[in-house]
């Protein structure tokens, strides 16, 4: 395994500081912040998450030009909605999702650092796992599909769907 440069780890270490510093000055590190976003109830942390896909991706895209990264698309495999829906379980019964738990066991919120224990023993299991896990997860593997071209395939089944009961 290769381990990163100095330089690369402090400034890894510092965008999740100040990462984290955001999400605790937005509330979002507080669970019934998270619980009432999840019920809309109030878009206080979907607008800091959105905010923050935009920045992420604006940052990709400009890196990329730059190229200082190569951004990839993840071939979409039943291991990637799997894991998708495992996220998404997780972050409704535990009301944080990894960052902002991070950030809420840096406050002290102790239903935090017992999800952080928790993903702990996940990533465990997975690991111990994955030898017979694998076939499973990488079943139904579309390459590297982008959003859009799964919209217009959506599209595409919806319009032959039309056509057939037309006859």
């Given at each position: 395994?290769?381990?990163a440069s100095p330089m690369k780890l402090?400034?890894?270490l510092g965008t999740g500081l100040a990462f984290g510093f955001l999400l605790q000055k937005g509330r979002a590190a507080?669970?019934?912040e998270i619980v009432d976003a999840l019920r809309f109830d109030?878009?206080?942390v979907a607008k800091i998450m959105?905010?923050?896909s935009v920045v992420g991706g604006l940052g990709t895209y400009a890196l990329g030009r730059a190229g200082r990264v190569e951004p990839k698309?993840?071939?979409l495999a039943l291991g990637v909605v799997t894991g998708g829906a495992l996220f998404g379980v997780g972050l409704a019964a535990l009301g944080y999702c990894p960052g902002t738990t991070v950030t809420a066991a840096g406050e002290g919120q102790r239903d935090a650092m017992l999800g952080i224990a928790g993903m702990m023993v996940g990533a465990l299991a997975y690991v111990a796992l994955l030898p017979r896990l694998k076939p499973f997860l990488e079943r139904g593997d579309m390459g590297e599909v982008t959003v859009p071209e799964l919209a217009r395939?959506?599209?595409r089944?919806?319009?032959d769907a039309v056509r057939r009961q037309r006859g």
């Open positions: 395994m290769k381990i402090a400034s890894g507080k669970r019934v109030q878009w206080r959105g905010t923050a698309i993840k071939p395939a959506g599209v089944a919806a319009e």
